[in-house]
């Protein structure tokens, strides 16, 4: 299954991008769900999680700006983005993981979305 991110582009430091995140023809409601990001050159690392009853989790990099949500009856999800620098200049990644638990290993993610490019100049 295949999900679809999408709502990246080119913004200046300071300003706010919402990714959006869905899966057509498949639902993930009983899933946590996860935003992952990779820049040039670097591992793809995790950014934030949500999970059962909405808990979440977030990388200590995005933590305070970041914020994750969805809404299931439209089987859609989030990554509300605030303050954003040029470090967060990557591909975003949405993924399903195989429980209802938030996880930021990778592992733990069995689908994932093509990605979306989010570019932050200083």
């Known amino acids: 299954v295949q999900l679809q991110a999408y709502g990246g582009g080119l913004v200046q430091a300071g300003d706010s991008l919402r990714l959006s995140c869905t899966a057509p023809g498949r639902t993930f409601s009983n899933n946590a769900m996860g935003w992952f990001r990779q820049a040039p050159g670097k591992e793809r690392e995790f950014v934030a999680s949500?999970?059962?009853?909405?808990?979440?989790y977030y990388a200590d990099s995005v933590k305070g700006r970041f914020t994750i949500s969805r809404e299931l009856n439209r089987n859609m999800m989030y990554l509300q983005m605030n303050s954003l620098k040029p470090e967060d200049t990557a591909i975003y990644y949405c993924a399903a993981a195989r429980s209802s638990l938030t996880t930021g290993r990778i592992s733990d993610y069995g689908h994932w979305g093509q990605g979306t490019q989010v570019t932050v100049s200083s």
């Open positions: 949500i999970g059962w009853k909405s808990s979440t």
